[in-house]
């Protein structure tokens, strides 16, 4: 498996010797987040094809034909393929094994086993990278803040990072999002940097509503059904239905899943929840660390796969609806009632 350098390095020159990139694990919006730096490797004129995992496994020389193909207008053409299984395996064999793919191809997943077939395919291919992305701790979700602030032209200190790792919770993807409105607001570029301070957040409302949310977090990680089904409501009417609920939810959860490390590796709950500072809503503090106590590493592991799934699935033409994404978070609610 490729170290997060050489993925990056790979993904920001669209390395032409690489057909295919698995990009897997339970942080999926890190691995939406390397599969963007392809997309802008490949230039604002690329054309972007996107396959339904269930179409290539039905088809498996789909993936093969599309990575030959020309585009329309004669320019660059990059594949995304979300959702992707073992199922999809032949799909992926096609394309390593064609003659010819002048089309890169980024293949997302989930949680995938280390005996997965697609994992073994990839390893050590050599037209094939693959990368797993895991929820980052506190301190990688700073890093990672002030990098994506330095590409962008913004000179992000520590407590800036820490703010904008709270306001995220962690979301690879909305951290970005975030910065980019920075960036814009700032003015800033690489030739022309910008130091960012809180008032540029204050400026952009870089805040995500923290307050707003800790009523719903806080039923589904203590076990409040009744409370979930108000907060599940009240949230649909401000437009956070299906997907907007996961993503409301699955950076709580990632950052839960960091601080139960801490608590793994010797500190107490308190010190576990010190330790990641302002990520946390302040009022959430306590909460956070009863939340942690109570749930073992292994089974919020379990709750973010679930989530992520759920939601990856809903996006699809053919998934199940937003019915059961709210499906999941009762079932999350109910395994944390039997441990209060």
């Not at 990056?8 to 010797?17: I, K, Q, S, T, W």
């Not at 992305?133 to 890093?143: F, M, N």
């Not at 801490?262 to 009022?283: H, L, M, T, Y």
């Amino acid at each position: 498996m490729a170290k997060s350098a050489a993925i990056e390095r790979a993904l920001d020159r669209a390395d032409p010797a690489v057909r295919c990139y698995l990009l897997y694990g339970p942080d999926e919006s890190g691995s939406r987040a390397l599969a963007a730096r392809l997309a802008k490797a490949m230039g604002p004129d690329a054309e972007r094809i996107d396959l339904e995992a269930a179409r290539i496994a039905a088809d498996p020389a789909l993936l093969a034909d599309e990575a030959a193909s020309l585009s329309m207008f004669g320019g660059p053409r990059h594949i995304r393929v979300e959702g992707v299984t073992d199922s999809c395996l032949a799909a992926l064999e096609a394309l390593l094994d064609a003659p010819a793919a002048g089309n890169p191809a980024v293949l997302i997943a989930g949680a995938l086993r280390k005996d997965s077939k697609l994992v073994k395919l990839t390893s050590d291919h050599p037209a094939a990278m693959q990368f797993a992305s895991w929820p980052p701790e506190a301190a990688d979700i700073d890093r990672i803040a002030i990098e994506l602030g330095r590409e962008q032209g913004l000179r992000i200190g520590r407590d800036v990072a820490r703010r904008l790792s709270a306001a995220t919770g962690g979301d690879r993807a909305i951290l970005a999002s975030e910065i980019d409105k920075l960036a814009l607001y700032a003015d800033a570029s690489p030739e022309q940097p910008r130091e960012a301070d809180h008032a540029m957040l204050d400026a952009i409302g870089a805040d995500m509503g923290e307050a707003d949310v800790t009523r719903f977090v806080d039923a589904v990680l203590g076990g409040e059904e009744a409370v979930l089904d108000t907060e599940i409501a009240r949230l649909i009417e401000d437009g956070r239905e299906g997907v907007g609920l996961v993503r409301t939810l699955l950076p709580q959860l990632i950052q839960l899943a960091a601080i139960r490390a801490e608590i793994d590796r010797g500190a107490s709950p308190s010190q576990a929840v010190e330790k990641a500072g302002r990520a946390i809503f302040w009022k959430q503090k306590e909460k956070m660390a009863g939340y942690a106590a109570r749930w073992p590493s292994a089974r919020i592991a379990r709750a973010i796969e679930r989530v992520s799934i759920v939601g990856r699935d809903i996006m699809r033409a053919t998934g199940p609806g937003p019915i059961a994404v709210e499906a999941e978070l009762f079932t999350i609610a109910r395994q944390a009632a039997r441990r209060r």
